[in-house]
Nanobody
Framework: QVQLVESGGGLVQPGTSLTLSCVAS????????MGWFRQAPGKEREFVAA????????YYADSVKGRFTITRDNAKSTMYLQMNSLNPEDTAVYYC?????????????????WGQGTQVTVSS
């Protein structure tokens, strides 16, 4: 069964770093953009970062720009989100998603296939 599987979440202290991974299980990545979204308790799911198939184009939400880095390794069908200088406002369930085209989008509707999410909690 084809699915996207996130991993790497956990409980960390403010100011520390964490790297999330997203692996396509059951098939290789489609030649489309990929993205990360997050959803905090009581809030809507929001865009975090997106990357094109080649990795040459990336977009970030203003709230994470300069702290988070999105990358992908198509040979391993794996996408990553390096998160630095984490703060409590970054606490959320993080989801990876596959885009509908190779153009990285920022809207939920730009992505058609989703993982189940991994919890990231930033707390002292």
């Amino acid at each position: 069964q084809v699915q996207l599987v996130e991993s790497g979440g956990g409980l960390v202290q403010p100011g520390t770093s964490l790297t999330l991974s997203c692996v396509a299980s059951g098939r290789t990545f489609s030649p489309y953009a990929m993205g990360w979204f997050r959803q905090a308790p009581g809030k809507e799911r929001e865009f975090v970062a997106a990357i094109s198939w080649s990795g040459s184009v990336t977009y970030y939400a203003d709230s994470v720009k300069g702290r988070f880095t999105i990358t992908r390794d198509n040979a391993k069908s794996t996408m990553y989100l390096q998160m630095n200088s984490l703060n409590p406002e970054d606490t959320a369930v993080y989801y990876c998603a596959e885009g509908r085209t190779n153009v990285p989008g920022r809207a939920l509707a730009d992505f058609g296939f989703w993982g189940q999410g991994t919890q990231v909690t930033v707390s002292s």
